[in-house]
């Protein structure tokens, strides 16, 4: 079993950076590749970015995020981080890191492990 905590959201304005971070525990994160997603209410859950896992990880991003968020672990303390930079109104929702074993990344249905999500709302 895997645990996932997602801390760090929070209230900014547009243009604004926030940083949130999913620290796992159970496992060591490393050996699982990580999503990102996020939901605003009344929306279907929607990817944002996720990490491969083991040691040559390769990350990918959704349209709307790509040159703006960037995803990154740090193994040392069993963690996956999303700076999320330049963010707009539309980025508001709550963010959940989630663990995959194996399929495609780009799929909420296969990961296995979810955290509870955190919460960022960005203010025009």
């Known amino acids: 079993q895997v645990q996932l905590v997602e801390s760090g959201g929070g209230l900014v304005q547009a243009g604004g950076s926030l940083r949130v971070s999913c620290v796992a525990s159970g496992r060591t994160i490393s050996n699982y590749a990580v999503g990102w997603f996020r939901q605003a209410l009344g929306v279907e859950r929607e990817f944002v970015s996720a990490?491969?896992?083991?040691?040559?990880?390769?990350?990918y991003y959704a349209d709307s995020v790509k040159g703006r968020f960037t995803i990154s672990r740090d193994n040392a303390k069993n963690t996956v981080n999303l700076q999320m930079n330049s963010l707009k109104p539309e980025d508001s929702a709550v963010y959940y890191c989630?663990?995959?074993?194996?399929?495609?990344?780009?799929?909420?249905?296969?990961?296995?492990?979810w955290g509870q999500g955190t919460q960022v709302t960005v203010s025009s």
């Open positions: 989630a663990a995959l074993a194996r399929g495609s990344i780009w799929s909420d249905e296969n990961y296995t492990y």
């Open positions: 990490i491969t896992s083991g040691s040559w990880t390769t990350t």
